[in-house]
């Protein structure tokens, strides 16, 4: 199992952008196609974007499409999520998740501990 530690949360005004990163630990991320989530208080886990083991095929979330951008360093170990034009209705917790490709939190197996992103208005 891969541990993932995610960075560069924190408060934002509308409009603004924030970059978070994801590291990975004890193994490489080159054999995982990757993704973040969002959860918002009271509100179910959300997908925002994935990216596979090339990086060479992304999918973003309808809320976030033309707005984020989910690249990958496999040389890094690291995964990122470019937000731009942040908005208030973007706070949430964002995690950054191993696994097979897909939309569902059922198919990545591996999670970070989340980083909190606040957008204020």
């Known amino acids: 199992q891969v541990q993932l530690v995610e960075s560069g949360g924190g408060l934002v005004q509308a409009g603004g952008s924030l970059r978070l990163s994801c590291t990975a630990s004890?193994?490489?991320?080159?054999?995982?196609?990757m993704g973040w989530f969002r959860q918002a208080p009271g509100k179910e886990r959300e997908f925002v974007a994935a990216i596979s083991v090339s990086g060479s095929s992304t999918y973003s979330g309808d809320s976030v499409k033309g707005r984020f951008t989910i690249s990958r360093d496999n040389a890094k170990n690291t995964v990122y999520l470019q937000m731009n034009s942040l908005q208030p209705e973007d706070t949430a917790v964002y995690y950054c998740?191993?696994?097979?490709?897909?939309?569902?939190?059922?198919?990545?197996?591996?999670w970070g501990q989340g980083t909190q992103v606040t957008v204020s208005s």
């Open positions: 998740a191993a696994g097979s490709w897909g939309t569902s939190v059922d198919n990545f197996g591996s």
């Open positions: 004890g193994r490489t991320l080159i054999a995982y196609n």
